[in-house]
């Protein structure tokens, strides 16, 4: 199987593994729900409880890759445990990322330049290479949840990158249709029957988001493997 026909086989994941994927889904529902009513309860301490959010996703996260990664029996996974080492650095990486994404849209957002060459550098190239970038960092996610590095992460996709990036892109578009497929009628939903929606949605949308995309690196990472011990039986 190539890396890039991945992305269809990382949805089919899903009904293959239902029972673990309603646990999480449930969980991060549940996680959301109690992140906006801690919010509305306790305002100034919104940031806070939004870490203490965040920390707990990375722990949710790290629990499926390992599941994935491992093979666990999905009888027995634990979506929510005793934090590890992994969880910290999973969570510290998560953090380290997001401040440079939004370093990098603060930097786009102020262009002001709008001759030819400019515009297609900062509306287009810059967009494309940073997203290619931090796509491919995002296979260090799998990594950290089995005990590896940023180092093997990044090694471990040479050659491959261009065809994980791509493979990335067509997957998020197929979760951002399902993720509009499901929101839209349920916002409607909501909106007619005189109920107000919550940020809770957003949060739990955001968090299926990421979860979808880690059921893909997850898969993606374990092929590089599996296609790596295979590669070096071969040179035996």
Do not use: C
Request: aromatic share 20%; hydrophobic share 60%.
């Amino acid at each position: 199987m190539t890396i890039f026909h991945q992305s269809l086989e990382s949805i089919r994941w899903v009904p293959k593994n239902l029972q673990v994927f309603s646990k999480l889904t449930f969980t991060l529902l549940l996680l959301a729900i109690l992140l906006v009513g801690g919010i509305n309860l306790a305002p100034g301490l919104d940031t806070i409880l939004m870490l203490f959010w965040l920390f707990i996703v990375s722990m949710v996260m790290v629990n499926l890759h390992r599941f994935i990664l491992l093979d666990q029996d999905s009888n027995s996974i634990k979506i929510i445990n005793k934090p590890d080492k992994s969880v910290f650095i999973y969570f510290g990486y998560w953090i380290l990322f997001t401040f440079a994404e939004r370093l990098l849209d603060l930097f786009l957002s102020n262009f002001n330049n709008y001759d030819f060459v400019s515009i297609l550098f900062f509306i287009f190239l810059v967009p494309l290479l940073s997203s290619y970038f931090f796509l491919r960092l995002y296979m260090v996610y799998p990594a950290i949840s089995v005990g590896k590095n940023l180092d093997y992460a990044w090694s471990l996709s040479k050659g491959t990158s261009f065809k994980i990036v791509f493979s990335a892109w067509l997957f998020m578009a197929y979760i951002f249709l399902l993720v509009l497929i499901l929101y839209l009628p349920i916002y409607a939903f909501l909106v007619f029957s005189s109920f107000s929606p919550n940020l809770f949605f957003l949060y739990f949308f955001v968090s299926f988001f990421l979860m979808m995309i880690n059921i893909h690196f997850s898969l993606i990472y374990k092929l590089l493997e599996k296609n790596e011990v295979l590669v070096e039986s071969q040179t035996l």
